[in-house]
């Protein structure tokens, strides 16, 4: 099992950017399709990307599509979201989340992932 850790969240103004990163432990990272999550209070958890093994094949949610860019770095076992144009509808705890694959150009836009970080809040005043 992996540990997930994200950071990097914040207070934002809208149209403006972060770049959250999580941090995985505990197992080989290059193992992993890394996905990035949101869920606001009360409401599911929503997709938001993933990122295949091999770093080249990545996917988006409609609604962050052309704004967020999901990226990772093997040597610091660390996935990072690009997050740009914020709008206050952003507003909500991202989570990074990983799940092992043999394929290394699976992406997986599903909640089907086995391990879960605990989030990072993200703002956005208008």
């Known amino acids: 099992q992996v540990q997930l850790v994200e950071s990097g969240g914040g207070l934002v103004q809208a149209g403006g950017s972060l770049r959250p990163s999580c941090v995985a432990s505990?197992?080989?990272?290059?193992?992993?399709?890394m996905g990035w999550f949101r869920q606001a209070p009360g409401k599911e958890r929503e997709f938001v990307a993933s990122i295949s093994r091999s770093g080249g094949r990545t996917s988006y949610a409609d609604s962050v599509n052309g704004r967020f860019t999901i990226s990772r770095d093997d040597a610091k076992n660390t996935v990072y979201l690009q997050m740009n144009s914020f709008k206050p509808k952003d507003t909500t705890v991202y989570c990074c989340?990983?799940?092992?694959?043999?394929?290394?150009?699976?992406?997986?836009?599903?909640?089907?992932?086995?391990?879960w970080g605990r989030g990072t809040q993200v703002t956005v005043s208008s």
């Open positions: 505990g197992d080989t990272f290059t193992r992993y399709v």
């Open positions: 989340a990983a799940k092992v694959r043999l394929l290394t150009s699976a992406v997986i836009t599903t909640k089907e992932y086995d391990n």
